[in-house]
T-cell receptor, first 113, second 112 residues
Framework: AQSVTQLDSHVSVSEGTPVLLRCNYS??????LFWYVQHPNKGLQLLLK??????LVKGINGFEAEFKKSETSFHLTKPSAHMSDAAEYFC???????????FGTGTSLTVIP | SQTIHQWPATLVQPVGSPLSLECTVE??????LYWYRQAAGRGLQLLFY??????ISSEVPQNLSASRPQDRQFILSSKKLLLSDSGFYLC???????????FGNGTRLTVT
């Protein structure tokens, strides 16, 4: 069965420092993986997606993620945090049929000025 | 380009009243459509998804129902709301297998 674990429920960083949001997945096949961002009272916005092409995926707003099959991880990073990055982040994995999605419980990112 | 519209943005309804939330997608045809609920401080729970007109799959037993009367229209309904139905409801669509979900801006439902 597919599952997603976001290892940190809350992450706090200072503005201008690197961001690391961790995600591990469990799957018996090679899934598609996504990261989404959600600002308060808004829908989820796609940051980036991995669909079995390059293992290092670049997304919007300076974010990127690296797919590591041996570690079953898909961690989200950004070299320098901005105040506008403060939000909730969700890691998502697809089912083996590719038409259902499994969401992590989210990581709340706080950026300290 | 494709857009998704969801309304209303906020809704306050008394217990026992009916509910109708509407979602429409523009700029694509035959999308997969989804309804999710997000309780405060928690992740997303899939309620319904649809791969075509009149085809609805329910993931969680509840007093909610969904309908897809047109290709790009998805409606979430209830005949009698419960307090536990309060939450943030999100509609989403995608183009097919392994394609990402695209979300509407959500509806904040408060049942009083």
């Amino acid at each position: 069965a597919q599952s997603v674990t976001q290892l940190d429920s809350h992450v706090s960083v200072s503005e201008g420092t690197p961001v690391l949001l961790r995600c591990n997945y469990s799957s018996s096949y090679s899934p598609s993986l996504f990261w989404y961002v959600q600002h308060p009272n808004k829908g989820l916005q796609l940051l980036l997606k991995y669909t079995s092409a390059a293992t290092l995926v670049k997304g919007i707003n300076g974010f990127e993620a690296e797919f590591k099959k041996s570690e079953t991880s898909f961690h989200l990073t950004k070299p320098s945090a901005h105040m506008s990055d403060a939000a909730e982040y969700f890691c998502v994995v697809t089912s083996n049929t590719g038409n259902q999605f499994y969401f992590g419980t989210g990581t709340s990112l706080t950026v300290i000025p | 380009s494709q857009t998704i519209h969801q309304w209303p943005a906020t809704l306050v309804q008394p217990v026992g009243s009916p509910l109708s939330l509407e979602c429409t997608v523009e700029g694509t045809s035959n999308p997969n459509l989804y309804w999710y609920r997000q309780a405060a401080g928690r992740g997303l729970q899939l309620l319904f998804y649809s791969v075509g007109i009149g085809q609805i799959s329910s993931e969680v037993p509840q007093n909610l129902s969904a309908s897809r009367p047109q290709d790009r229209q998805f409606i979430l309904s209830s005949k009698k709301l419960l307090l536990s139905d309060s939450g943030f409801y999100l509609c989403a669509w995608n183009a097919g297998i392994d394609s990402p979900l695209h979300f509407g801006n959500g509806t904040r439902l408060t049942v009083t």
